[in-house]
């Protein structure tokens, strides 16, 4: 069964940083596509970023570009989200998803989500 988990989230204050991590399992790492997304209260669920599973292509919401960074860790089968220059629009719980093929930005093609990590950006 693909299981994954996020953490890392929490409060900090408008232009602080996380980094958020989705811990996955070798099978999920090494064949699948990942992608973070975020959902704020009364919004529909957003793509954020992704990864393909050779970590070669790395989309970015153009909200986040610039700001946030996608990468893999083959040792630990960890994909991270380090997010810095946070703003109080990031406020939302992100959640960590897994796909077959390549990486997408719509979350309906995701088969396989974290249960999600609170990140509150104060002013």
């Known amino acids: 069964q693909v299981e994954l988990v996020e953490s890392g989230g929490g409060l900090v204050q408008d232009g602080g940083s996380l980094r958020l991590s989705c811990a996955t399992s070798?099978?999920?790492?090494?064949?699948?596509?990942m992608g973070w997304f975020r959902q704020a209260p009364g919004k529909e669920r957003e793509f954020v970023a992704g990864i393909s599973w050779g970590g070669g292509d790395t989309p970015y919401a153009e909200s986040v570009k610039g700001r946030f960074t996608v990468s893999k860790s083959n040792a630990k089968n960890i994909v991270y989200l380090q997010m810095n220059i946070l703003k109080p629009e990031d406020t939302a719980i992100y959640f960590c998803?897994?796909?077959?093929?390549?990486?997408?930005?719509?979350?309906?093609?995701?088969?396989?989500w974290g249960p999600g990590t609170q990140v509150t950006v104060s002013s």
């Open positions: 998803a897994a796909k077959r093929g390549l990486v997408r930005a719509s979350p309906e093609v995701y088969d396989y």
């Open positions: 070798e099978q999920t790492f090494s064949t699948y596509s």
